[in-house]
């Protein structure tokens, strides 16, 4: 299976900064990635998807970049309703689907 | 909006088989898409089990593929899951959602659940 690495796994930031997060495929995925954003107790939120697209509704501070095995996630700046944990996800026809572990944005 | 509804047992016992039903709601489930089932626990975070699409196309993750079958009930507008010889590996927070996309083989999910929690003990 193809592992997803992100990193941080946790990230301290404040109300107007600039937070990249990575994700990292153990293989290549082309551009076969997914960004969700996840609150507690809530079900993920489907945020980006193929690496760069956002998904309808989605504020346009969030932005995705990436392909082959490297990705990032961009909140150009930070609001309050950001602070949450997010995921990528691979869906490579290689292999089945695989989340990364999670970062989670905190003050 | 199409809306998705978890059901099943909160508990079950090792070595029983755990059932799941998706509702869904303000979507046809044989209309089209993919419907899928993922979980989440706090040590191995999200994990995706298995997706169905209205037809017959299933796919089922290698890590339960000899555990879990998929089954779509279009009559009643829901799909489910089924788990059998359960442990507490098991242990989690269920989900059922509807794709958004797919590549030739794996889906993105875009309508979720609430989750439902599913505890294995004895």
């Known amino acids: 299976d193809i592992q997803m690495t992100q990193s941080p796994s946790t990230l301290s930031a404040s109300v107007g900064d600039r937070v990249t997060i990575t994700c990292r495929a153990s293989?290549?995925?082309?551009?076969?990635l997914a960004w969700y954003q996840q609150k507690p107790g809530k079900a993920p939120n489907l945020l980006i998807y193929d690496a760069s697209y956002l998904e309808t509704g989605v504020p346009s501070r969030f932005s995705g970049s990436g392909s082959g095995t490297d990705f990032s996630l961009t909140i150009s700046s930070l609001q309050p309703d950001d602070f949450a944990t997010y995921y990528c996800?691979?869906?490579?026809?290689?292999?089945?689907?695989?989340f990364g572990q999670g970062t989670k944005v905190e003050i | 909006q199409v809306q998705l509804q978890e059901s099943g047992p909160g508990l079950v016992r090792p070595s029983e088989t755990l059932s799941l039903t998706c509702s869904v709601s303000n979507y046809s489930v044989s209309s089209g898409f993919y419907w899928g089932w993922i979980r989440q626990t706090p040590g191995k975070g999200l994990e995706y089990i298995a997706m169905i699409y209205y037809g017959g196309n299933t796919d089922i993750s290698p890590s339960v593929k000899d555990r879990v079958s998929i089954s779509v009930d279009a009559s009643k507008n829901q799909f489910s899951l089924t788990l059998t010889s359960v442990t507490a590996a098991d242990t989690a927070v269920y989900y059922c959602a509807r794709a958004r996309g797919c590549s030739s083989r794996s889906c993105y999910w875009y309508f979720w659940g609430q989750g439902t929690l599913v505890t294995v003990s004895s």
């Open positions: 996800q691979h869906y490579s026809s290689y292999s089945p689907s695989t």
């Open positions: 293989q290549s995925i082309s551009g076969w």
